[in-house]
């Protein structure tokens, strides 16, 4: 997953005047030592919070769900955050539209997987095979018409103590991916990058396009910027490629005890103990609801031109700090908020925001929800699955 969503928030038509939740409880400035931490127990999903979204997206998708009919498609990073949700949405358009799709997906353990989401266990037209993305053996006598390629280190460790491991897993795994695109048969690849390419966006750029040239900072943004170029280089011909650059997400299955700010918040609130914010509060970021991202992803693979990239996410913009509060607001708690630094008066906040004008205007893709719904939904999913 995008290690630069940890910094991430949105919300729809968001006041902060107006937030009843800067009224709540206390957001004070001072130091917190972390407690540590549990490890967070997986059961089965009870009530599917998910099942009800996907009703309320599928229209979107209506108008080219039928290029799936009878299709197969290979699917690598399909045990991660958004492999799950990739897959949530495809077992829906299969009951939904008797489309008779296959998926095969990659997994370096699949046993594992179907241990933790058990909700995927015997679902038709759901298979997986083990293998890491840099040498995995394809499988034997098949031929696939689709290829998403979602599979990507995105450890904030493996990107502090190696990089160089973290730039292989991702250059390394898309040139294994390509040479079994090209003998796959596949004709069309949907390549998942990152908003990390566009490096620092400029404090003065409201929402960073796609044509904007910037200079990823990180080994995980380099490794994503040289993939989408192998994608590009290998479709000459052959296949066609549309990119997806995904900025920052909330939703059931994001991990609440990694390094994603919202997910951190949210657990903080159901355990009921202070929200820490480690920056100013003042870093203006956005989010797109995960079942939105389901649904623009398959899109994009669809109808996606090819040879373009598509920015994916949210424009609504808010602060750390409000987010924190309004994390707390849809959680109904009262925890305290500890903002560790200072703001500096002068200096303009820190933004990573998308324009997604781009998908806007070519496929119609807008967010269903605000950001608040997206957390009540979030935090009703994992209390479900009795997380704490």
Not at 256 to 263: P, Q, R, V
Not at 307 to 335: F, K, P
């Amino acid at each position: 997953m995008d290690e630069a969503a940890e910094r991430a928030v949105s919300f729809t038509g968001y006041d902060r005047s107006k937030d009843r939740s800067l009224s709540k409880g206390k957001v004070r400035q001072r130091s917190f030592r972390n407690g540590s931490s549990r490890r967070l127990p997986r059961i089965p999903m009870r009530g599917s919070v998910i099942e009800e979204h996907m009703g309320n997206i599928f229209p979107a998708l209506a108008g080219s769900v039928s290029l799936l009919k009878c299709q197969h498609v290979f699917l690598t990073g399909g045990t991660g955050f958004f492999g799950k949700w990739l897959l949530q949405l495809f077992v829906h358009l299969r009951k939904s539209c008797n489309l008779n799709i296959t998926v095969t997906a990659l997994s370096r353990d699949p046993k594992r997987f179907l241990d933790s989401c058990p909700e995927f266990i015997g679902q038709p037209g759901l298979n997986f095979i083990a293998g890491n993305v840099r040498s995995f053996t394809p499988p034997t006598g098949r031929t696939f018409d689709f290829v998403i390629h979602g599979a990507t280190a995105a450890s904030a460790k493996l990107e502090q103590e190696d990089p160089e491991e973290m730039y292989s897993v991702i250059t390394e795994g898309t040139r294994h991916l390509l040479e079994f695109v090209t003998r796959c048969g596949a004709r069309r690849l949907l390549y998942i990058s990152s908003g990390a390419v566009y490096g620092m966006q400029p404090p003065t750029l409201s929402h960073v396009p796609e044509t904007y040239e910037g200079v990823p900072q990180t080994a995980y943004g380099r490794g994503k910027k040289v993939s989408e170029q192998l994608c590009l280089d290998a479709s000459t011909g052959s296949f066609e490629c549309v990119i997806a650059r995904p900025f920052a997400f909330v939703g059931p299955y994001l991990p609440l005890d990694a390094h994603f700010a919202i997910g951190n918040f949210i657990r903080d609130c159901l355990e009921n103990r202070p929200i820490v914010i480690r920056g100013d509060g003042t870093p203006l970021r956005s989010y797109l609801y995960a079942a939105d991202l389901a649904e623009w992803l398959w899109t994009l693979l669809l109808r996606g031109e090819h040879g373009r990239a598509y920015n994916v996410g949210s424009e609504d913009v808010i602060s750390i700090r409000d987010l924190a509060c309004l994390v707390r607001e849809c959680a109904g708690t009262q925890n305290e908020i500890l903002i560790q630094q200072q703001a500096q008066e002068g200096v303009l906040p820190a933004r990573y925001v998308p324009s997604v004008a781009r998908a806007r205007h070519a496929f119609g893709l807008t967010p269903h929800g605000s950001l608040a719904d997206a957390i009540h939904q979030t935090v009703a999913w994992h209390r479900s699955r009795g997380t704490v």
